[in-house]
């Protein structure tokens, strides 16, 4: 049995709750977030008490209140929250991330071991059924030894819209590059699926569509005034569909509310090739690792209707691969037809595919049992992973230069 408290309740902080709130091995302690209505919902939902609801970050952190606590809050923010915390005494779940430089996620995995706490990131896709069945298979000697990985991040052209155009990841120098804030998950399954140290590494890509430059001549600076309502990229037609993106708990999900929260101000109303964003559109990795084996991972913003990985895995005997949303891996020994393992009942849960759920129970498990699930992601496993995010983006800038992994 063990304590948690929550620092962040958005999207990632309340998820993880609602499931350690599903096992009677943990006990919800406390939470911090910037918004009263969010404090109301923890308040009501978790049972928590009034005097554990906290707004302020300096009142939070005045004493331990738990004996984890969950960091979910904004990248730029990580490094100085679990320093914070790990003083404290409290041993940290780190959401992804680790932090949006260099320095700062070197220094969290140094200050872990300064004050002996335990650090653990939240790299959920190492929990998915679709890729534990690749890592087990690897494990297991079926391809043989590894030669070359293949990974593509292809993010649904709404997804990229809310997050990267409009939304807070949105600019590099506020948040961090988006080879890190979305591909940090897919260099950290590369290195997971290898095993072995990166030497080498490069990487080319470019914001080009998304921009100024390609406005078309009708665009309006927002969409509410736009007479192009069948435009991929209407917020009003978009937030429609889709309200509980903009529109508070509690009011009603209305067209009219949606173009009264977008009139109001809302960075969702702008067009999207009127906004200030400046990360990559799309993006390329080129690695090489220890005994020859050759990566790569491409990403971009073009996907549809959803975000899907693929992933292939070539070795000595055969090879794996999959996409990851179709919940199947096919498996291919040379001189043998290949089968087809399906997780799809494993993936029940579609939060991020069932690794969401697995992550929080392999963490009670690893907590109670003292034990190591399969995926579990040690600060120092997530700092390297990291380094090829940094790595990439330095070569990216530098017109993709091959760069050193030391």
């Known amino acids: 049995m063990f304590s948690v408290s929550i620092i962040g309740f958005g999207n990632r902080g309340s998820l993880y709750t609602k499931y350690l709130a599903k096992s009677k091995e943990v006990e919800i302690v406390a939470v911090c977030d910037l918004s009263q209505e969010v404090l109301d919902f923890a308040k009501k939902e978790y049972s928590i008490k009034e005097e554990n609801l906290f707004k302020s970050e300096e009142e939070f952190f005045e004493k331990k209140r738990s004996d984890v606590l969950i960091i979910a809050t904004l990248d730029r923010l990580h490094r100085r929250q679990a320093e914070r915390a790990m003083k404290l005494g409290y041993d940290i779940l780190l959401e992804k991330p680790v932090a949006d430089n260099f320095e700062d996620t070197v220094a969290v995995k140094e200050l872990a071991e300064k004050y002996g706490r335990d650090a653990v990131i939240c790299h959920n896709l190492r929990y998915t059924p679709f890729y534990q069945k690749f890592k087990t298979l690897i494990s297991e000697g079926v391809i ?166 693929i992933t292939k895995v070539y070795g000595t005997k055969g090879a794996i691969e999959g996409n990851i949303n179709e919940g199947t891996v096919k498996v291919s020994i040379f001189g043998q037809e290949p089968y087809v393992i399906d997780v799809k009942k494993e993936m029940a849960d579609n939060s991020h595919l069932g690794g969401d759920s697995k992550l929080v129970s392999d963490y009670i498990e690893y907590k109670n049992n003292n034990s190591k699930p399969l995926g579990i992601s040690y600060i120092a496993d997530s700092v390297y992973s990291h380094k090829l995010a940094f790595k990439a983006e330095e070569s990216r800038l530098n017109g993709g230069k091959e760069m050193e992994v030391e």
């Open 144 to 309: 043989g030894d590894v030669l070359s990985v293949e990974q593509s991040e292809n993010v649904a052209y709404h997804h990229y819209m809310l997050s990267f155009v409009r939304g807070n990841w949105r600019k590099e120098s506020e948040t961090s590059p988006i080879i890190l804030q979305k591909c940090c998950h897919d260099l950290d399954i590369i290195y997971w699926l290898i095993g072995k140290k990166c030497t080498k590494i490069s990487s080319f890509g470019s914001l080009d569509f998304y921009n100024k430059q390609n406005r078309p001549d009708y665009a309006t600076d927002t969409c509410v005034d736009c007479k192009k309502v069948d435009c991929a990229y209407n917020s009003v037609e978009f937030h429609t569909k889709y309200p509980g993106g903009i529109i508070p708990e509690g009011q009603e999900k209305s067209r009219e509310n949606v173009i009264n929260v977008l009139r109001s101000g809302h960075r969702n109303a702008r067009c999207v090739f009127n906004c200030d964003n400046d990360v990559c559109d799309r993006q390329i990795v080129n690695m090489t690792f220890e005994g020859g084996i050759t990566a790569n991972l491409i990403m971009h913003g073009f996907a549809a209707p959803f975000t899907h990985r």
